[in-house]
């Protein structure tokens, strides 16, 4: 069964980089039926998808977040990462990773238990 | 990006059924069958309940059931049970470039 685990930094100060890891475990991160992603979920609001990979790296963005946000996967480790830049308190959140079903854009079958990170000096 | 409208909340006696509504646009909603529902229940990670529009992943209860007319998606549950009291929250794909959409949440109170 295929378990989902993100790791991070407890605190991120206001303009530095958040820098998440999700590693995977119980199945294949290389398999072409699975996206790995991140959803985020600010404190008491609702789900935002961040981001999400293809295992040979092919990304797709939350146009509202390109500019700062990048994607990328190892497969040698079984992880796959988000890094944020120039993160304000806005980007508080609880950071969920994920595998996604092909196509694109269709169910999000597996969710990890969640990290909060939250953006304070 | 707009996120798609839900209603803040639902309520419904257990036993009842209760609608709860996603409508977005002939960009999302209308245009792709890729509609999929999540609960999540306080301090928990969201799980899939419905996928592309009316499917039911292995385990899920069939008293769970979507449909979609228009830019509407909608997610029934039937004969409510007080565990289904959570937030509901529903997504779409959007295309290549916007992948996924999603729903500001309703809160489901068992009354």
């Known amino acids: 069964q295929v378990q989902l685990q993100e790791s991070g930094p407890g605190l991120v100060k206001p303009s530095e980089t958040l820098s998440l890891t999700c590693t995977v475990s119980g199945d294949s991160i290389s398999s072409n039926n699975y996206l790995w992603g991140w959803i985020r979920q600010p404190p008491g609001k609702g789900l935002e998808w961040v981001a999400s990979i293809f295992h040979r790296g092919s990304a797709y963005y939350n146009p509202s977040l390109r500019s700062r946000a990048t994607i990328s996967i190892d497969t040698s480790k079984s992880q796959f990462s988000l890094k944020l830049r120039s993160v304000t308190a806005a980007d508080t959140a609880v950071y969920f990773c994920?595998?996604?079903?092909?196509?694109?854009?269709?169910?999000?079958?597996?969710w990890g238990q969640g990290t909060l990170v939250p953006v304070s000096s | 990006q707009s996120a798609l409208t839900q209603p803040p909340s639902a309520s419904g006696s257990p036993g009842q059924s209760v609608t709860i509504s996603c409508t977005g646009t002939s960009s999302d909603v209308g245009a792709y069958n890729y509609v999929s529902w999540y609960q999540q229940h306080p301090g928990k990670a969201p799980k899939l309940m419905i996928y592309?529009?009316?499917k039911r992943p292995s385990g899920v209860p069939d008293r769970f059931s979507g449909s979609k007319s228009g830019n509407t998606a909608s997610l029934t549950v039937s004969g409510l049970q007080a565990e289904d009291e959570a937030d509901y929250y529903c997504t779409s794909y959007r295309g290549r470039d916007d992948l996924r959409v999603f729903g500001g949440g309703t809160k489901l109170t068992v009354l």
């Open positions: 994920a595998r996604e079903i092909v196509p694109p854009g269709d169910q999000i079958q597996v």
């Open positions: 592309e529009v009316i």
